[in-house]
């Protein structure tokens, strides 16, 4: 996709809104298929919260993926979008056994991390097969906040909890039918991934019925130029090695399964917003645009740095400002960012705004969501339009108090 598509985007729908390469995700898509072609069987289902537009799932299926879902309401999106259930994994954190039960209904695969929860449903629905999630206690992420594998994680069955998991499984004669962790996002090193497949595989083999072996995901994506990332090709050739072995070991050939998110739409995505003003304080020069966390909330909540261009003017001597927002709170984009000189009116493009960016947009100071454009085969279509005044009250209650 070039500047002049992205140019073109801003013309016909106006900033902010989002765009997404469809090319990138297929590319994405097989080069993780590629890495891991010693592997007979392997199963590639998309993580749903990264960015959960219909016409973006419906594009996800073409290419033959499932879906990794975390909420009654993914798994309906998913339906709705084609997927059959079987295709479908419904991995959920914190929610209502009544919820679970509701899913289980739908025909689609339930992962339990819950020693309780995993013992009510047993009691109730022997029968449904169940993929188990277990907590390998491995520090592994980009930081605090996207790191979910370690001891202090509400997520996932302790390893240490094994003994009184296997138990479980045998009152209950409950259908264990994959094992499954994801220790956290932004995942460089890939030793540290190596070492926590090893204790998953330590925990499977204690199970006599697996189809599957989910390791999640968590891929690093470069998010500047110069950045890092997950040597998939590298990953790919150590653990479908060990993955074979266990296999040959196991008597039985399993499916590999991966949940990618990120590492699927992160680099597809772009977000584009107009500069409003340039204000000049005693010792920064801030780029003030048209969008705020609200829109792009992955710099204030999670510190990420995103690669910004000024796609108006590339080619400009290149000067220090802070991309700050409109929200009325500290709304910073980036710190004393090198960019192209800008001026009132240029269009910035936030890089790797594919993940987690629209997907966690709000309303907050009751301003609309943006839009979101889909490139494919050279056209631009909008795959949602951007809100307005109604989307904001079209669920209120508005009451009339002179009447009560």
């Not at 220790?183 to 083999?205: K, M, N, P, Q, R």
């Not at 802070?322 to 001026?343: H, L, M, P, Q, W």
Request: hydrophobic share 35%.
């Amino acid at each position: 996709m070039k500047k002049s598509n992205l140019l073109e985007v801003v013309k016909k729908f106006g900033t902010p809104s989002y765009v997404y390469d469809t090319t990138k995700i297929k590319s994405q898509y097989y080069r993780l298929k590629n890495s891991f072609k010693l592997v007979n069987k392997l199963q590639i289902n998309y993580a749903v919260k990264a960015l959960s537009n219909l016409s973006i799932l419906k594009y996800i299926n073409t290419l033959g993926a499932g879906i990794d879902t975390v909420s009654i309401q993914e798994v309906i999106l998913g339906i709705r979008a084609g997927y059959s259930p079987k295709k479908i994994i419904y991995t959920p954190n914190g929610v209502s056994i009544d919820e679970i039960y509701e899913v289980s209904k739908m025909g689609v695969n339930i992962n339990i991390d819950n020693l309780n929860i995993l013992e009510q449903f047993g009691n109730l629905y022997p029968e449904t097969p169940v993929c188990i999630r277990i907590n390998p206690h491995v520090m592994a992420g980009g930081n605090n906040k996207i790191s979910v594998g370690h001891i202090d994680s509400k997520f996932g069955i302790s390893i240490h909890q094994i003994p009184l998991l296997l138990r479980i499984v045998n009152n209950t004669n409950i259908k264990v039918n994959g094992i499954h962790m994801h220790t956290g996002s932004d995942i460089l090193d890939i030793d540290v991934f190596i070492h926590a497949t090893e204790i998953l595989f330590e925990t499977a083999i204690k199970f006599k019925n697996l189809e599957f072996i989910d390791f999640g995901s968590g891929f690093k994506v470069p998010y500047s130029p110069t950045d890092t990332e997950t040597n998939i090709e590298e990953l790919g050739v150590k653990l479908s090695k060990r993955f074979n072995k266990f296999c040959k070991d196991y008597g039985k050939e399993i499916t590999l399964a991966f949940e990618p998110g990120k590492f699927l739409v992160s680099e597809a995505g772009k977000f584009l917003c107009s500069v409003n003003s340039i204000k000049q304080t005693t010792s920064t020069v801030f780029a003030q645009v048209d969008s705020g966390f609200n829109h792009f909330i992955r710099p204030m909540m999670y510190g990420s740095n995103h690669y910004i261009e000024n796609i108006s003017n590339p080619n400009d001597s290149h000067r220090f400002y802070s991309v700050v927002g409109y929200i009325c709170e500290t709304d910073t984009f980036a710190s004393n960012r090198r960019i192209s000189k800008v001026s009132e009116g240029d269009v910035l493009c936030f890089k790797n705004a594919g993940a987690y960016c629209f997907s966690m947009a709000s309303n907050y100071n009751s301003r609309y969501k943006p839009s979101e454009v889909l490139y494919i085969n050279n056209k631009l279509i909008e795959i949602r339009k951007r809100e307005t005044i109604e989307d904001l009250i079209k669920n209120q209650v508005e009451l009339d108090f002179n009447a009560l």
